[in-house]
Every structure is written in structure tokens, then in C-alpha cells.
């Protein structure tokens, strides 16, 4: 089938299943994000990113509720995990239904790219002040919990 197919994908398609029935996943080689690449995300790609590591099933009874206020470019973005499903969206005028909020960090967007992509300190950025907090900040770490790390070496065509 792969040699015959015309088409170019189901090509790759048909020969990629195969060699993995032959000698198992193709592997990837992978190398950490270039500090440059992810310092030119934007809030929004980066919660985008976050939002693909959710565990669903873990998460699915669970609810959390978060703003993030990004001090330098003067915007509160809010994130909420519900039925295994981690959606963002910018709050307009603020924080507005405060109530419903579990926390809120105030950080830049650099400290929140260190924080959710970068592996920084939670604690040591709080206690030197570039990261305030309101609300319970175990909220984040309730978060964290329910992230998957990503499979690069995933098979492609045959399942697992």
C-alpha cells in the first residue's frame, strides 16, 4: 500500500505504520525550547500550550478558578479547569465576579512563562516579590497536578 499510494501522505502514512510494526515507535529526538522561542510567546499561546497537558480524566472533578494579572502588559487573563477541560479567556475591566476566583497571581508575562513553562521557584519568586498572590496559591499546584508530560516518543499509526 505505502510504495502504491499516490498521495503523499497516506505514502508516509501506510510506511510509517509499518516500520513501527516492524521495530516499534519512531522516536524523536528532543531538545528544550530555545529560551528565545518561548520568550516570544503570548499569554495566550502560552495558557494554549498548558491547556493540551491537562489529564482529563484526572481532572474531571475538579474545579479551579485563577486570574493571572499580567502587571507589564496591564491585562488579567483568568483560567478554569472544569469537567477535565482547561479553558483562558482575557476578563475585561479587570477581575470581574472576583468571588469565583480560587486565587490570583500578579506577576509579568516573563515571570508567568517561568512559572508554567520554565520551572521557576513558585515559593522563592513570592518571598522576593515578583510574584504577588491573593486567594490560595495551592490552587497552582492543584493545577500542576493534573498535567500530563508530553509523550515525544508517541507511536504514530499503531496504537498503544
Known sequence: LGYG???????????TGAYEL???SVGTPTVAAAPDITAALSVKQVF???SLRVDGVSAANSHIVIDWNITDENIVHRTELSNGVLIHFD???GSADAGSVDATFSLSRLG???VLL?????GAEIANGSITVAGDPAKLAELAGHLDEPDPNFAIVTPT
Open 5 to 15: 499510494a499516490e498521495n503523499g501522505t497516506w505514502r508516509n502514512f501506510y510506511l
Open 22 to 24: 516492524r521495530n516499534g
Open 48 to 50: 494554549d500550550a498548558v
Open 91 to 93: 476578563v475585561e475591566g
Open 112 to 114: 508567568l512563562l517561568g
Open 118 to 122: 520554565g520551572g521557576a521557584d513558585l
